[in-house]
């Protein structure tokens, strides 16, 4: 291209890394999922919120816990204009649970049941199924400290597991006891892999001087040895109460018949968690293979401000559910396609064309309309490439104005002259 040319083609510009376009064949899956994460919600008893896009920092940097990956390294934060710290929410807990002290909602009721679906944001390295800027759905139930309410949490969440993703899933549960019993483990689990420290990388190094139970988390098989090896069981060194807590869950899951494994080793990585932990994972996806986490995290409202109240969730990636189900071979959701396609057999028809579209949108039927102005074989075609199951043609102007149109079954290939009047109801009454 010349530089005189009047018209240079703009800069084409490309999504940034970490980002997907959620395309249109896309979405019917992720109304779907949308929509049965609703009805689960629904009805077991929770309700919608939805809170802001970004939060300030020290929401995240407070609730998460400052030694964590997640807010050390993987948070994408700014100043604004008027040089406050922000945040794009990394994760959605604390965001609740913020709202939840801002309006009081305690006050409605005891116990606060609470569902959220949206994006969140954390600076990580992209990898199949986890993306920079990502989408979880969830719950927060709070304000009860007893084991029904962690049997009911996770019940909700295999459920939708299981309905979302298809194929074999393992669900894998643990208890990492209350803070005041933890903190003795912590020392202990220290001083067991203390001598093993010069073997470490730096970031495994790192862990056990800040925030040791994040060991548990890595993908290392050297480390994963030395830690079953030489680690402690957490589960053995927290209280009666905590035992019983956990036994109680337990009990609870398999009155309902949901298949789980105790393991010793599973913790969350963000340090409001207590007693117990869950995670739901695929096979299919291979080393990512978490779809759904969560866990009890009895302090995190009062390390907020709050009163004492205790609270379980969990969060699971809509992505990463998606993917799983794909790779099951789990069956998709139906393809959304029209009722009815539009077309006029000459320019002098179409605002008869126009009118009589917008009549059957109003009757509750789907419509596209021919705007292209081509030959009724090429509409016909492409009624035929969007799936619609009838098309409706405004013919000679001599039918336009005696009131009647042509409807055509596309499956059938029938052709019926009706009445324009009557057009909604016979397409609605064949489509049934």
Not at 67 to 86: N, R
Not at 159 to 165: S, V
Not at 195 to 220: C, H, Q, S
Not at 276 to 298: H, K, M, N
């Amino acid at each position: 291209m010349s530089p005189a040319d009047p018209n240079p083609r703009a800069e084409r510009f490309s999504r940034l890394k970490g980002t997907h376009d959620i395309l249109p064949a896309q979405v019917p899956a992720w109304r779907h999922l949308e929509k049965t994460v609703a009805d689960v919600m629904s009805r077991s008893g929770y309700h919608e919120i939805r809170t802001p896009i970004f939060e300030r920092t020290e929401l995240f940097s407070r609730g998460v816990g400052a030694q964590t990956d997640l807010v050390g390294k993987e948070m994408y934060t700014f100043e604004d204009q008027g040089g406050k710290s922000l945040t794009l929410r990394p994760e959605l807990t604390a965001s609740i649970v913020r709202a939840y002290l801002q309006h009081n909602l305690d006050r409605d009721s005891p116990l606060s049941r609470l569902y959220y679906l949206g994006p969140l944001f954390r600076q990580e390295r992209p990898q199949k199924g986890r993306q920079r800027q990502f989408h979880q759905f969830g719950l927060e139930a709070l304000g009860s400290p007893h084991p029904e309410q962690d049997v009911e949490v996770i019940s909700i969440a295999w459920e939708l597991c299981r309905a979302l993703a298809g194929g074999e899933l393992t669900m894998r549960i643990n208890t990492i006891g209350s803070p005041g019993s933890r903190a003795g483990y912590l020392d202990l689990l220290r001083q067991s892999l203390e001598p093993f420290k010069a073997g470490m990388g730096e970031n495994d190094a790192r862990r056990l001087a800040t925030n040791p139970l994040r060991l548990f988390d890595t993908k290392d098989p050297q480390m994963r040895a030395l830690l079953q090896e030489h680690a402690p069981k957490i589960s053995e060194h927290v209280s009666a109460a905590d035992s019983d807590h956990y036994a109680a869950v337990q009990a609870g899951l398999d009155t309902l018949d949901i298949p789980f494994a105790s393991d010793p080793t599973l913790v969350r990585g963000l340090d409001y968690y207590t007693r117990t932990t869950f995670e739901i994972t695929s096979p299919v996806l291979g080393a990512q293979d978490a779809l759904c986490g969560g866990g009890r995290y009895d302090g995190l409202v009062a390390q907020l401000g709050g009163p004492s109240t205790p609270a379980v969730g969990f969060a699971a990636g809509i992505e990463r559910l998606l993917l799983a189900a794909t790779e099951s071979g789990h069956e998709p959701a139906p393809a959304e396609t029209p009722d009815v396609y539009m077309a006029a057999t000459g320019d002098d028809l179409i605002p008869q064309a126009t009118a009589l579209t917008h009549e059957l949108r109003k009757g509750g039927l789907s419509v596209v309309q021919e705007v292209m102005r081509r030959s009724l074989k090429a509409q016909l075609r492409e009624a035929n490439r969007l799936g619609c199951r009838f098309a409706v043609i405004m013919g000679d102007t001599a039918g336009a104005n005696k009131g009647m149109a042509v409807v055509k079954n596309m499956t059938s290939g029938e052709q019926t002259e009706l009445p324009l009047d009557e057009i909604v109801a016979e397409i609605r009454s064949s489509l049934g």
